[in-house]
């Protein structure tokens, strides 16, 4: 389905955003690697945090003036699939973990070219950052 | 199922009156409430009560009546996405169109909440010798809104914040075509703790609104519609010696420059003239490609309008709605017809659109028509629907005739890189909100909105510093101490 409006876009972060939390939440209990415990932990806080900065985004930027349709933006290029990965031993969950980020690196950079409002699409192009640095972070990490 | 009611003096009350009208939700066809047609008797229960509230509102510190509103703003924003769903319900348009609506209403709050520097006068020492002058602006009284269909949250807020922030009681008039938006909103203000009778609400038609039009004692009226409504409410005003604002219909031509952008400029064009599916005052009405950029331009426009996404509004990436009523869409019907009967060459006809899961909703499909001649209906009168006439011009003296002649002069829009072409085209146009490079000329809240020509009646506009002197008086003060 294309991600045809502004609203739909912020929506569908909000939606990837809440989605990986979740499965950090399902997953933390089961890391035994106390980096890897922790990494999930701050990645389930960060995204409340982006979750509200969603919301606030989507009410506070929303500009009647200039709701031009977006075009060439599919969500089904963000879609992951988790079954036949391993939750039990830390590294499936880490390939987990690095597939969440990438998933939301991926999202957020392309959302920040696909978006006119320049308030917004800096919001994107930092979160989009920030997951980079995530990802790399824990690429380097040994679980 | 659901019976609104009115709010006055602090409390949901049942109307007087027997008569209910229907509410309806655009997209399924479903009647989802009722609305009360409330009786002259009504009305004068609001206007007591607001005549009541009045004095000591008005002896209440500017900065304390902000406070209200700064507590208001914040509860809106809590409310923000329950306001924007019912508005979508009940009135068709997309999501993302009435979160813009929802905020434009809260921004007029936030702009109102500066009444402490805005609502100032001004003085002068010595006006003659040991004599001095001030002007001080003072609230009056009693004011009311009766508000459209097309912007059911925004439009009474371009005044209701103003008037009360100002120090006057105020009477809100819904669209009796979508209430419960208001309703909504006013379960907040109940919740916010405004004094008895600062701020009421009477459901109804046009029984209310003659009431309201001949109340003595209601100081003003604003007033957003059609042209003939509105003239009716200006002449009406003047005879009970209202203060009046009086804002009317629309046919917005949009220019478009050999030397426009015209890839950048199609998205914008696409939202002025199908945004709200054409139901909002400033969208494009007219498409006039000034000499040769006429194929390019159709091409990809019509190529653009085809691949909107037609469906209920409430579905997150639909990108047209729905029109407001069977009514109002017969309407929209019978003006392509009269496109079709005047010769006009139908090139994208939206009549028999089918969006899947809504049989029984009140679509109408992207339409455009070519070949389009200034004296044809279509190109003359407000049609409100997702109908495009393209009517070619070969320079731009051509097209700014065509603005000219034109009964309405709310809205105009140019698509140019040529600056010099944009300063004479805003400098020559006769319409009120022009737009280079995008095609909804809307003034934000600390702007004055309102038109020229047909399409406004009055003398001040709605929203920007005007609202703080249309709600006011000029008290001149000439002391002598010395």
């Known amino acids: ?143 | 199922m659901e019976r609104i009611k009115n709010y006055i003096n602090g409390e949901w009350v049942t109307p007087e009156t027997k008569e209910y009208g229907d509410i309806y939700c655009p997209a399924t066809g479903e009647k989802i409430g009722e609305v009360p047609f409330s009786t002259a008797s009504d009305v004068d229960k609001a206007v007591k009560a607001a005549k009541e509230a009045y004095w000591d509102w008005r002896c209440t510190p500017p900065l304390t009546r902000a406070r209200y509103f700064f507590r208001l703003k914040e509860m809106f924003e809590k409310a923000f996405e329950d306001i924007a769903r019912i508005l979508v319900t009940e009135e068709g348009k997309t999501l993302d169109e009435s979160r813009g609506e929802v905020r434009r209403m809260i921004e007029n709050v936030e702009h109102a909440t500066g009444v402490t520097t805005l609502m100032t006068g001004y003085n002068l020492e010595d006006i003659a010798h040991g004599i001095d002058c001030t002007a001080e602006r003072q609230p009056i009284g009693v004011f009311g809104v009766i508000a459209p269909f097309n912007f059911p949250a925004m439009v009474p807020w371009w005044f209701l914040p103003y008037a009360v922030v100002c120090g006057n009681t105020y009477i809100v008039k819904p669209s009796e075509q979508v209430p419960l938006t208001q309703t909504r909103i006013f379960e907040i203000i109940d919740e916010c703790g405004f004094p008895e009778g600062v701020i009421n609400m009477v459901h109804g038609s046009r029984e209310a609104v003659n009431a309201m039009l001949y109340h003595p004692d209601i100081a003003g009226i604003s007033f957003v519609g059609q042209s003939s409504t509105a003239r009716y409410v200006y002449k009406a005003c003047g005879e009970t010696g209202k203060r009046v604002q009086s804002l009317g219909g629309a046919k917005n031509f949009i220019l478009v420059m050999p030397d426009a952008e015209i890839d950048k400029a199609i998205p914008s064009l696409i939202t002025s003239f199908y945004g709200c599916a054409g139901e909002r005052c400033l969208s494009g009405s007219v498409l006039v490609p000034v000499g040769d950029v006429y194929d390019e331009l159709k091409e990809k426009f019509v190529a653009a309008a085809k691949a909107l996404k037609v469906g209920n509004g409430l579905e997150e990436g639909v990108q047209m709605g729905p029109l407001v009523s069977k009514k109002h869409m017969e309407k929209v019907l019978s003006y392509i017809e009269k496109g079709i009967e005047e010769g006009a060459e139908l090139i994208l006809d939206g009549r028999n659109i089918v969006v899947d899961g809504y049989p029984n909703g009140f679509f109408i499909g992207p339409t455009i028509f070519d070949k389009v001649t200034p004296d044809m209906t279509i190109a003359k009168e407000e049609i409100f629907g997702p109908v495009v006439s393209i009517v070619r011009v070969k320079n731009l003296d051509e097209g700014l005739k065509l603005i000219e002649n034109s009964e309405y002069g709310n809205a105009a829009c140019l698509y140019t890189t040529n600056g010099k072409t944009a300063r004479e085209f805003k400098y020559r146009a006769v319409a009120s909100m022009m737009g280079i490079n995008l095609g909804i000329a809307a003034p934000m809240s600390f702007f004055p909105f309102g038109g020229a020509k047909g399409s406004f009646f009055g003398d001040i506009k709605g929203q920007g510093r005007e609202a703080f002197q249309f709600f006011t008086d000029t008290k001149v003060v000439i002391q002598r101490w010395t």
Do not use: H, W
């Not at chain 1, 929506?11 to 922790?38: H, M, Q, S, W």
């Not at chain 1, 039990?88 to 998933?103: C, F, H, K, P």
């Open chain 1, 1 to 143: 389905m294309t991600l045809s409006t502004f609203g739909a876009i912020i929506g569908f972060a909000a939606e990837i955003i809440d989605e990986t939390k979740r499965i950090c939440d399902g997953l933390v209990e089961k890391a035994k690697n106390p980096l890897l415990k922790e990494a999930l932990q701050n990645l389930i806080k960060e995204e409340e945090k982006n979750y509200a900065l969603m919301e606030k985004t989507r009410r506070e930027n929303v500009t009647e003036m200039i709701l031009e349709p977006i075009t060439g933006f599919e969500r089904e290029d963000y879609a992951i699939r988790l079954d036949g990965l391993n939750q039990e031993n830390d590294e499936g969950l880490m390939d987990i973990l690095l597939l969440l980020i990438d998933r939301e690196k991926r999202f957020f950079q392309d959302a920040s070219k696909k978006v006119s409002l320049p308030e917004v699409a800096g919001i994107f192009k930092k979160l989009g950052r920030k997951k980079e640095e995530a990802l790399q972070k824990c690429k380097g990490m040994e679980v």
